[in-house]
């Protein structure tokens, strides 16, 4: 296959996207579903039902939906350990979803992931991953799989602004450049690595141009914008899927809360905060341009809010009280066990 010989990507434009109602109301529904879901997840924390870190996704919610739509039938997605909002987004369950968390046998992996380590290969979901930028390689490792079979799929491998330091995302990036393997890197840039800022932690801040010195073409992306998102995410998979190799999209985005529900926030101000909540959240965005399309009115966005809102109270309440493993899951899933 030819290569270009560039020193830096060709700049790609994303068309704009043409209104759709049903699509613009469903993402309003799942945004707002992953929404109601974290802060319900938030207070569980907060009464000790569910234990180890916890990583919301609130403020985050655009990526995953809006990627969710750029999907086809057989595509994957594995991302890092702030995955409720990607596991929702991909049709979990959320009574599954939220029994992981605190958990209980009935959660999707059975209790035995907890919050930073679900998987539902069913879903297309190849996991959460603790380890910070593990699942570059992981993910990498998908793509590879795709192309030596031929299927035609594309792996989404989405990891933060913290990850994308980590010497092993660049050896994925290189090989993925190499064997023109299908799969997109979503770089879900919320500003904040853990408790450090981008600008401080990074010498190159636009993460999207991390390709450019193994001719991997990206795009920054607004992040807070589910269709903008939408519309990104359909061009990336298509340059992936037509052989062309990998595509790096950057979504500028914003976490509200800590980096987990143990982070005090002190390396920023409420102001901060404050000044995205009013200027920029996702939710409020999308629900403005329904109003504006004449899509939907308050009372039909607070209608469906409402509804959002008793399927999560009826997954924690499902989550507090199903019953927990049985002892003996200790020792299932530790090998592979193969008939001879």
Request: net charge negative.
């Amino acid at each position: 296959m030819a290569r270009q010989s560039a020193s830096k990507p060709k700049a790609v434009a994303i068309s704009p996207a043409h209104p759709d109602k049903a699509a613009l109301l469903d993402f309003c529904r799942s945004m707002l579903l992953i929404r109601r879901f974290e802060e319900r997840a938030g207070q569980l924390y907060g009464m000790g039902l569910i234990g180890g870190f916890c990583h919301l996704y609130i403020g985050q919610e655009a990526i995953a939906v809006g990627m969710q739509a750029a999907k086809g039938d057989g595509d994957q997605v594995i991302t890092g350990y702030r995955e409720h909002g990607h596991m929702l987004a991909a049709g979990m369950d959320p009574k599954g979803v939220m029994a992981e968390l605190t958990g209980r046998a009935a959660g999707v992996s059975r209790g035995k992931g907890g919050s930073m380590h679900m998987f539902s290969t069913a879903a297309g979901f190849y996991g959460g991953h603790g380890i910070v930028g593990a699942q570059v390689s992981l993910g990498t490792g998908l793509a590879l799989a795709n192309r030596y079979r031929d299927d035609g799929k594309v792996a989404f491998v989405y990891f933060g602004d913290g990850a994308a330091n980590q010497g092993q995302v660049y050896e994925s990036f290189n090989m993925a450049e190499l064997w023109s393997l299908p799969v997109v890197y979503v770089i879900e840039n919320n500003q904040y690595a853990m408790g450090t800022s981008v600008e401080r932690s990074s010498s190159e801040t636009h993460l999207h141009k991390r390709g450019i010195s193994f001719n991997i073409p990206g795009a920054e992306v607004d992040g807070m914008d589910v269709v903008a998102v939408r519309e990104a995410g359909k061009m990336a998979a298509e340059h992936a899927r037509s052989g062309k190799g990998p595509f790096i999209l950057e979504m500028k985005t914003y976490r509200y809360r800590g980096h987990s529900m143990s982070d005090p926030g002190k390396y920023r101000t409420r102001e901060e905060i404050d000044a995205v909540r009013k200027t920029r959240d996702p939710i409020e965005h999308l629900q403005e341009r329904l109003e504006t399309l004449d899509f939907a009115d308050e009372a039909q966005i607070k209608a469906i809010d409402a509804e959002v809102k008793a399927i999560v109270a009826d997954a924690a309440e499902f989550a507090r009280t199903t019953p927990e493993p049985n002892p003996a899951e200790l020792y299932t899933d530790v090998y592979l066990e193969t008939v001879p």
